[in-house]
């Protein structure tokens, strides 16, 4: 994107699913400049461009944004382009052997060094070959017994401990973000301050589902889960959303750097096993804002 912005390139075309939408001249002033949904849920990739700055969306073009995989097909025959039958890319393309694992081992080679299995009760269950072979909500292959089903919930690398327990402790209703991007209207301060009403993803494969944006402290960013989520990790990418529509315009994101399985009722949320209420008392009830009221 440096490169091309150094040469002065004003249209700069991308392969990847979404749709900007703006004027007409060819490069777009910042204000205009909007981010959508793919026309193709299935490959819709807006969830791995919220970090795309106003600037940059000013310039990109996103040829296939507003067609369907079939429709890329036919186009690609008619051209007689030798991509036409390619199949699907699958997995991590930039992993050539499939086996993440492999990378990992050459970057942070401490990941794969062994530890204890703990259960979230402080007691040692068996061990492990390195953290980075377990992922959060794993069920299968622990190898551990137990008289109840249990899920990885947290992966603690200073101590080199896969920490265990119910379904349950998987569950958040909360989530504090880092490094947030804001490309809605205004700004991230003056509309989220009082709460606004978005849907956010946090997994590329799921539906956005509603929550609530708040702006804590001073540069904090706290994502407040209508309905809970289960096997959330720090380090996801949570991308917001204006609403959960297939064509929904996106607001920006940010890296998960905490999750909180419960919130205080000063934050507005009801600490729940299950589902999570976001609104605890009426005086808060006046100041969510719904994404539509601010102009998306």
Not at 20 to 34: I, K, S
Not at 97 to 103: D, K, P
Not at 150 to 166: F, I, K, M, S
Not at 206 to 216: C, D, M, T
């Given at each position: ?168 402790s998987l569950h958040t209703v909360a989530l504090e973000l880092r490094d947030v991007n804001w490309i809605g209207p205004q700004t991230f301060e003056e509309v989220a301050r009082e709460g606004l009403g978005v849907h956010v ?96």
């Amino acid at each position: 994107m440096r490169h091309l912005q150094s040469a002065d390139q004003v249209s700069r075309p991308a392969r990847h699913r979404s749709r900007p939408r703006r004027g007409g001249a060819r490069h777009w002033p910042l204000h205009r400049a909007r981010l959508y949904r793919a026309a193709d849920a299935e490959r819709d990739q807006s969830y791995f461009l919220f970090a795309t700055t106003r600037d940059q969306l000013s310039g990109l073009w996103f040829p296939l944004g507003g067609m369907r995989k079939a429709e890329v097909r036919a186009l690609a025959r008619q051209l007689a382009l030798p991509v036409a039958e390619k199949s699907d890319s699958q997995d991590i393309c930039f992993v050539p052997t499939g086996r993440y694992t492999q990378v990992i081992d050459r970057l942070r080679p401490d990941a794969v060094e062994a530890g204890d299995i703990v259960h979230v009760n402080g007691a040692v269950l068996g061990r492990h070959d390195g953290i980075v072979n377990y992922t959060i909500g794993q069920r299968r292959g622990l190898k551990i017994a137990g008289g109840e089903p249990l899920y990885v919930v947290r992966l603690d690398a200073e101590h080199r401990q896969v920490v265990v327990g119910p379904r349950e402790s998987l569950h958040t209703v909360a989530l504090e973000l880092r490094d947030v991007n804001w490309i809605g209207p205004q700004t991230f301060e003056e509309v989220a301050r009082e709460g606004l009403g978005v849907h956010v993803r946090i997994r590329s494969t799921h539906a956005p589902a509603p929550a609530r944006l708040q702006v804590i402290g001073r540069n904090g960013t706290r994502v407040l889960l209508a309905d809970g989520e289960y096997g959330v990790a720090p380090g996801q990418a949570c991308v917001f959303y204006a609403d959960g529509s297939a064509r929904a315009r996106v607001l920006g994101g940010g890296w998960i750097s905490r999750t909180l399985a419960s919130v205080g009722d000063g934050a507005g949320v009801a600490s729940s096993a299950g589902r999570a209420g976001l609104i605890t008392g009426p005086e808060t009830a006046p100041q969510l804002k719904n994404s539509r009221e601010i102009g998306l």
